[in-house]
């Protein structure tokens, strides 16, 4: 079993800066791709990035690419998301998720197999 943990949500106006991450811990944590997902209030949860376990490819949705940037920190077990330029319709619950054999890059959330508890970003105009 893997343990998803984010931080770093919060109340930012438009323009400003957050970067969320996610701490793993449970079994191994070794070959997991990983992504971030945001559901606003009413909508469904949408893709965000996505990168693979090795680091080596990474993919964004067009509404955040130039602006978000997804890393992650595999000593530590760690993966960051980086949010500039952040605006009012980036108000979500950004959620990290972890998928075993993660050699490539996934979209949809039925291709992960854990998600954390999630962290409210909210953006203020």
């Known amino acids: 079993q893997v343990q998803l943990v984010e931080s770093g949500g919060g109340l930012v106006q438009a323009g400003g800066s957050l970067r969320l991450s996610c701490v793993a811990s449970g079994r191994t944590f070794s070959g997991y791709a990983m992504g971030w997902f945001r559901q606003a209030a009413g909508k469904e949860r949408e893709f965000v990035q996505a990168?693979?376990?090795?680091?080596?490819?990474?993919y964004s949705a067009n509404s955040v690419k130039g602006r978000f940037t997804i890393s992650r920190d595999r000593a530590n077990n760690t993966v960051y998301l980086q949010m500039n330029s952040l605006k009012p319709e980036d108000t979500a619950v950004y959620y990290c998720?972890?998928?075993?054999?993660?050699?490539?890059?996934?979209?949809?959330?039925?291709?992960?197999?854990?998600w954390g508890q999630g962290t409210q970003v909210t953006v203020s105009s």
């Open positions: 990168i693979s376990w090795s680091g080596g490819y990474t």
């Open positions: 998720a972890a998928r075993l054999n993660g050699g490539l890059v996934f979209t949809r959330p039925s291709e992960y197999n854990y």
